[in-house]
C-alpha cells in the first residue's frame, strides 16, 4: 500500500485538526501522521494520489503532492 507525502500550509493546531478530522472519515485511508513544525502530512491509503490531494485541500489549506514511498 502506498504511503503519499503532501506539503500542507498549517500554522497552527487547529490547522492539524481540521486535516486530521477531514482524513479519519475516510474509510479508505489506512493511516495517516500530520507534522505541523514540518508542515507536512503522510496518508497510506490505496486511493490514488490526486484524490487524496483534493480531501485534504477540503480543509481549506494550500496543499502540493510532494512524493510517494
Known amino acids: ?3 503519499y507525502e503532501f506539503n500542507v500550509a498549517m500554522t497552527c493546531e487547529g490547522c ?3 486535516v ?3 482524513l479519519k472519515r475516510v474509510e479508505e485511508v489506512e493511516t495517516y ?4 513544525p514540518g508542515k507536512k502530512v503522510y496518508v497510506t491509503t ?3 494520489k490526486d ?3 483534493e ?3 477540503k480543509a481549506g489549506k494550500e496543499t502540493s503532492f510532494v512524493g510517494e514511498s
Not at 501522521?33 to 505541523?36: A, I, M, P, R, T
Open 20 to 22: 486530521e478530522r477531514i
Open 55 to 57: 480531501i485534504i485541500k
Open 51 to 53: 484524490q487524496v490531494l
Open 1 to 3: 500500500m502506498p504511503k
Open 33 to 36: 501522521s500530520v507534522d505541523l
Open 16 to 18: 492539524s485538526g481540521a
Open 46 to 48: 490505496n486511493l490514488p
